[in-house]
């Protein structure tokens, strides 16, 4: 078991910047994939970014190719993501998910534990 705890949520003007942190504890396996996910209210949780825990290799949905960014730092089992040039669509709650043997895929079955999320407001 995966204990994922997620930080640096907030309210940003469109365009601006923020960098999610998701602090893994537990059971963290060189084949855990790390992902992040997003819910907007009334929709459905969707895929935004994902990490293979060793070898570094990430995919991303395509609205936020290019803006965001997600990286892992093996010292401190964290993993980021960080959020440029954000619009009022990516407005959402931002969850962190870790998946043995989870890469590639950007579904939420294949992720099988979740941090409580962090709230991300990007206003126009």
């Known amino acids: 078991q995966v204990q994922l705890i997620e930080s640096g949520g907030g309210l940003v003007q469109a365009g601006g910047s923020l960098r999610l942190s998701c602090a893994a504890s537990g059971r963290t396996l060189p084949s855990y994939t790390m992902g992040w996910f997003r819910q907007a209210p009334g929709r459905e949780r969707e895929f935004v970014a994902a990490i293979s825990w060793s070898g570094g290799n990430t995919y991303y949905t395509d609205s936020v190719e290019g803006r965001f960014t997600i990286s892992r730092e093996y010292a401190k089992n964290t993993v980021y993501l960080q959020m440029n040039s954000l619009k009022p669509e990516d407005t959402a709650d931002y969850y962190c998910?870790?998946?043995?043997?989870?890469?590639?895929?950007?579904?939420?079955?294949?992720?099988?534990?979740w941090g409580q999320g962090t709230q991300v407001t990007v206003s126009s």
């Open positions: 998910a870790a998946g043995a043997y989870a890469y590639p895929s950007r579904s939420t079955t294949a992720f099988d534990s």
